[in-house]
């Protein structure tokens, strides 16, 4: 589903991201771990082309990601993402923050994209939030509507970048929960997150990154139980 061929990128001097090969098959959950500065962000960004990369390529179901115009904004819908920060749309209601994207990239209808809104509000937990404004709603639930708005789309896979980092722990799981359901009906997923939890309950691999280069791929029991390299081991010393 998505393929990444030798992908270099550098800021400035700083190389970010050092000859990245990484293949996410259809309805795999990659689990991307690594200190903070390696590049797991940047990794993301590229992935749907919030920055293009210098060396290398990506595709998406066998296309090279488009750089500019309507197939850049098609791949945007197509490769759906969540941060840290929830980044709903303040003066909207959680109804609109969620039909927005249907309606203005998709041209849908306003009632099929309600319709289809309420279904994925639903899903979520929160279908009876709908006429409230973000700031109504806790973290947790905040979050959880930038999942189904990040849906309502239809991605082909979806990019998690610490979605869980900036909530307060109670509300940790109630995220999760959503993101498994997601990884068991199938999606491609690639999640950036230190929970390992998550990483074992859904996870297919886990692909540990060190100072921008992929250092470790394995089998999420497999890493966190008998890590191979002395980054991998000294990085889980320190969070575990
Ligand atoms: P991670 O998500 O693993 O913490 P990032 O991908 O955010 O890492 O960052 C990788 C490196 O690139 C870090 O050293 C960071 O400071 C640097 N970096 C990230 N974004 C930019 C940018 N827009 N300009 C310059 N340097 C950046
Ligand atoms: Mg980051």
Same mark, same amino acid.
């Given at each position: 589903m998505v393929v990444l061929d030798h992908v270099d990128k550098w800021f400035g001097d700083l190389h970010v991201l050092k000859d990245v090969d990484l293949r996410i098959g259809r309805g795999e959950v990659v689990v991307v771990i690594g200190p903070s500065g390696s590049g797991k962000s940047t990794l993301c960004r590229a992935i749907n082309r919030l920055e293009p990369i210098d060396k290398g390529t990506i595709t998406l179901d066998g296309k090279p990601l488009p750089e500019e115009g309507k197939e850049l904004a098609a791949l945007r819908a197509e490769v759906g993402m969540v941060f840290q920060s929830f980044n709903l749309f303040a003066h909207k209601t959680i109804l609109e923050n969620v039909t927005l994207g249907p309606i203005k990239v998709r041209g849908e209808k306003k009632d099929v994209a309600e319709k289809r809104a309420r279904e994925l509000l639903d899903r979520v937990g929160v279908g009876h939030q709908a006429e409230k404004y973000p700031a109504q709603l806790s973290g947790g639930q905040q979050q959880r509507v930038a999942i189904a708005r990040a849906l309502a789309m239809e991605p082909k896979v +979806?990019?998690? !970048? =610490?979605?869980? /980092?900036?909530? !307060?722990? =109670? +509300?940790? /799981? =109630?995220?999760?929960?959503? +993101?498994?359901?997601? $990884?068991?009906? @199938? +999606?491609? *997923? %690639?999640? %950036?997150?230190? =929970? *390992? @939890?998550? $990483?074992?309950? $859904? @996870?297919?691999? %886990?692909v540990f990154m060190a100072d921008g280069a992929i250092v470790e791929e394995a089998a999420p029991e497999q890493f966190f139980t008998n890590p191979q390299s002395d980054r991998a081991k000294d990085f889980l010393g320190k969070i575990l």
């Open positions: +979806m990019l998690f !970048d =610490e979605p869980t /980092s900036a909530l !307060d722990p =109670e +509300m940790i /799981s =109630e995220v999760l929960d959503v +993101m498994v359901d997601l $990884a068991k009906r @199938g +999606m491609t *997923m %690639v999640v %950036v997150t230190h =929970e *390992m @939890g998550f $990483a074992r309950t $859904a @996870g297919d691999r %886990v």
